[in-house]
């Protein structure tokens, strides 16, 4: 399926140019902007009648002097709006909540490198009963997984019980008053990570479903009360070696640390 990029270039034009003040044929936000939308389109996904987009795309850059931060900024915003606005123009659906990660890579060969993530497609299913591990089995080797803050870091989970919420002494603190003490937990069920809301006050969704006990997929989105985690399976071997630190320590900016 092919999208019709007639209707955005003007407005691409105009947004390098008159709001950045950039020749837009010079500016690599441009060649990043061409190749989000051909990962949109190689990515789109078909179930019955209708075709979902994926809704999590992973930029990284290698220079971080190849373009201004606050340049950078104020396309993230752009580039969330021209999806969302391929998306109603072709009658698309995003798999779930739209969020555009970028990290920077000193490894890469290119300049830049894109990977987009469709979270589970909603399938009004969102209790899945599994059963845990019995204490006469012998434990399960870690599965890998990682959770993306707000602050677009890593949390690799590396326990088979991983406790996320306002207090201290969970894994993974998050700061804001709308978090529970110990809002959920991620357990690690047959090789798969299942999120459970611990009866939270402001609830925990994923991929904008309320739920109480979720089976997860690479590239679901996490809503711990109102603050977003993504969660992910496959994590380029590069980014995983430069991101090592921040995986232990969180910046606690926009209310998110780990447990030290």
Do not use: C
């Amino acid at each position: 399926m092919k999208i019709d990029l007639q209707k955005i270039e003007n407005t691409l034009k105009d947004f390098f140019e008159k709001d950045l003040r950039i020749v837009a044929h010079k500016n690599p936000l441009q060649n990043i902007t061409d190749e989000l939308i051909s990962a949109m389109e190689a990515n789109l996904k078909t179930v019955g009648s209708k075709v979902f987009a994926p809704n999590v795309f992973r930029v990284s850059i290698r220079d971080k002097k190849l373009m201004d931060d606050d340049d950078l900024k104020e396309w993230k915003k752009y580039a969330q709006d021209i999806i969302r606005d391929i998306a109603r123009d072709n009658t698309f659906q995003l798999a779930g909540p739209l969020h555009i990660q970028i990290f920077h890579n000193s490894k890469l060969e290119k300049d830049f490198d894109i990977t987009v993530a469709n979270s589970s497609i909603p399938s009004g299913k969102t209790v899945t009963l599994l059963s845990e591990i019995s204490d006469n089995e012998p434990p399960e080797p870690i599965t890998n997984g990682y959770l993306i803050t707000t602050d677009e870091e890593y949390y690799q989970i590396g326990k088979l019980i991983t406790n996320i919420g306002r207090r201290e002494d969970n894994d993974l603190v998050i700061d804001n008053l709308r978090v529970s003490r110990v809002h959920a937990q991620i357990r690690q069920i047959k090789q798969k990570h299942v999120v459970f809301d611990l009866d939270s006050t402001s609830g925990t969704k994923v991929n904008g479903v309320k739920i109480h006990q979720h089976t997860l997929n690479h590239g679901d989105v996490i809503e711990i009360a109102d603050v977003p985690i993504i969660y992910g399976t496959e994590m380029d071997e590069n980014l995983e070696e430069e991101n090592k630190s921040k995986t232990r320590v969180l910046s606690t900016k926009k209310g998110i640390n780990p447990k030290k």
